[in-house]
């Protein structure tokens, strides 16, 4: 699925029991409505999984689907 428009990279985070993760994804400023970006299709799936992953816990997967994250490991108080 295209969407026409001007080409970005969006920061999001992730929230799992362990971790949190600040992941760069595609997105796209549609030029029907520019006023706000876009997630591309393929960057919510990889969203979709890497959640899964962090809910898990499984931070082995997280590192290897997502080495380009930032993962902050929750310490408890």
């Given amino acids: 699925m295209q969407i026409a428009g001007k080409k970005v990279r969006l ?21 029907a409505d520019p006023s706000e970006p876009v997630v ?15 809910d898990l816990g499984d931070m082995d997967a997280l590192q290897r689907s997502a080495p380009v994250a930032t993962v902050y490991v929750r310490k408890s108080a």
């Fill in 11 to 31: 920061v999001k985070w992730i929230h799992g029991s362990r971790c949190v993760l600040r992941v760069e994804v595609d997105g796209v400023i549609p030029d």
């Fill in 40 to 54: 591309l299709p393929d960057s919510v799936r990889w969203l979709d999984e890497l959640q899964r992953l962090a």
